[in-house]
């Protein structure tokens, strides 16, 4: 049941370019298609380092959410939400917070890169350094079974891992486990119970499969057990408790081959970006300033396409066909660079087309943008709170 929900987060630092749409976001809306996502606004996450400068976020974020409703995430199909209008991700980070050794928190290698490399800020804060856990909060909350991240990501994945079975040791069992799963054996017979406790000791001991199996079927045979029984003998039997938090799988991304403006990855910090809905004449501004293989310095100079930034753009852009036409003309020099660059142009503005129409309806209408995520707030905060009524019984701090 959880297994298929599919969680993942992005910080709004600013508008997206096509780097994200071809890494992330296309992904995004092929997953919504067979799995219930959650797609949601780490804008607590953006706190953790641009703390003093807040002003942008909630702009940032609405942005954001327009070019993922540009990119094609479909309200009706995945849940929309912002992190920080769901407070229950809060709560799970400060209890989680209890348990987790410092040690664990210092030794997640983007803390120490992150604060090697970001010298215009300082990055020695308790928000900072609970970073991943407040990842972990995001995730768990939600029971995801996979979260779609890069791999920069995998280590933070990895240690939300070991928070949900840190957890479920601690808290994954009611403080009587023992007495209420006595209770339940002998519900099932004296024959039966005495059974069952071979099996377990088998199993247990021994790591025999088959008992574990036989020990199944015995207590989904009984008929006189409630479902809480059923689970207690099975945790009994298997040495686990109830699970509470489930530990998530990645779902890599393959990594963006989408190449910038200088056939670098395209990235906005190293400015070679072209935005999600980069205004036409720009875009066409961009491409026509490209740089070219070197050694066509003259329209009549041969050149190379394999050492051409503009031709790592073909390959997103233009078919089979049209390259091999373009490939022999640059080699002969019987095309130039302002004409091979021309598909490329025509290529991105296509696949920008129905992204700035979609995005149109949203910017001539804000309040719909605003009622999406209203909708999916909601959404998303029933179900941390179905968890969350489960972390607080496991950790004694239900008073009900
Ligand atoms: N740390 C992620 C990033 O920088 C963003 C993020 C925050 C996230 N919480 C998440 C991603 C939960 C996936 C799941 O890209
Ligand atoms: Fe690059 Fe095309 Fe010019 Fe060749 S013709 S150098 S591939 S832009």
Not at 89 to 108: G, Y
Not at 290 to 317: F, I, N, S
């Amino acid at each position: 049941m959880y297994a298929d929900r599919v969680l993942s987060g992005m910080r709004p630092t600013g508008a997206l370019h096509l780097g994200h749409y071809h890494g992330v976001l296309k992904n995004w809306v092929r997953l919504q298609h067979d799995h219930s996502c959650l797609f949601f606004a780490a804008d607590w996450h953006a706190l953790t380092t641009h703390y003093e400068t807040p002003q942008t976020i909630q702009q940032n974020t609405w942005d954001m959410v327009i070019d993922w409703l540009a990119a094609g995430v479909d309200p009706k199909l995945a849940t929309i939400f912002i992190q920080s209008q769901v407070l229950e991700h809060a709560e799970l980070h400060l209890l989680l917070s209890m348990m987790m050794p410092l040690s664990w928190l210092e030794r997640v290698p983007t803390y120490k890169d992150q604060q090697a490399k970001i010298k215009d800020r300082d990055l020695s804060t308790y928000g900072f350094l609970g970073y991943p856990l407040l990842m972990s909060s995001d995730i768990l909350i939600y029971r995801a079974g996979k979260v779609p991240v890069g791999e920069d990501q995998l280590p933070h994945l990895e240690f939300t891992r070991e928070t949900a079975r840190r957890f479920n040791h601690f808290y994954g069992r009611e403080p009587d486990f023992e007495a209420k799963a006595k209770a339940a054996l002998k519900k099932l017979g004296n024959k039966n119970a005495k059974h069952f406790e071979e099996l377990r000791a088998r199993f247990q001991e021994q790591g025999e499969g088959e008992a574990v199996a036989q020990g199944r079927a015995l207590v989904a045979e009984a008929q006189s057990l409630s479902q809480a029984d059923r689970e207690r003998l099975t945790g009994y039997l298997e040495g686990t408790g109830k699970t509470i938090l489930v530990e998530p799988e990645a779902l890599l991304t393959e990594a963006s081959r989408m190449p910038g403006l200088d056939g670098q990855k395209m990235s906005k910090s190293y400015g070679n970006a072209i935005t999600l809905r980069e205004d036409g004449a720009s875009v066409a501004n961009k491409v026509k300033r490209m740089p070219t293989d070197p050694a066509r310095a003259r329209r009549t100079d041969p050149g190379e396409p394999t050492k051409c930034p503009v031709w790592a753009l073909h390959q997103v852009y233009t078919d089979g066909a049209t390259r091999e036409t373009l490939c022999q003309g640059c080699r002969t020099a019987s095309i130039g660079c302002i004409e091979c660059k021309q598909p490329v142009i025509d290529g991105i503005l296509r696949e920008q087309a129905p992204m700035r129409e979609r995005a149109q309806t949203y910017l001539d209408n804000p309040a719909l943008v605003r009622d999406i995520v209203a909708d999916g707030n909601d959404k998303a905060r029933r179900l941390a709170r179905e968890t969350m009524a489960d972390v607080r019984e496991a950790m004694g701090i239900s008073y009900r």
